[in-house]
């Protein structure tokens, strides 16, 4: 088995809303996303995904968080965007990305909100 991993960021607004505390204000962080896959079967150039497809799809999902206020977005509409929500809805939409499928599985999407907090994501195989 292979499993590799990729990373990105993104820089957001968002609050915790019902949050005893200060994060129900609005405030921002520089959130790091990691993503790693796993898969058994190489293609011809001895790769389970080109890195420059997995960093793609990657980029291409958070990017529609950079620079948003997140509790306005389709996905926390109706749920806080979380740490733990953010890892869940990334592991969900690079699952079914078309670089990724059928190639190899996402194994887990690990968020950061701060350097010293992170929450990861990940279903039994
Ligand atoms: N399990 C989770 N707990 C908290 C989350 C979360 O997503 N999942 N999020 C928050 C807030 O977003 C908050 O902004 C976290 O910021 P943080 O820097 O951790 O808060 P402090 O600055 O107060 O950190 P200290 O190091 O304790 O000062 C809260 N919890
Ligand atoms: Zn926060």
Redesign the pocket.
Known sequence: MFELSVKNDFGAA?R?IG?PG??DNL?G?NWIVEAVVYGSKLDELGMLIDFKKLKGALREIIGEFDHHYLNELEPFLSSNP???NIAAYLYHRLSEHENIKGKCRVKFVKVW??E??A?LYYEEA
Do not use: G, L, M, V
Request: hydrophobic share 20%; charged share 25%.
């Open positions: 968002h915790i949050y200060k994060c405030h962080h979380s740490a733990e909100e701060t010293k907090s929450a």
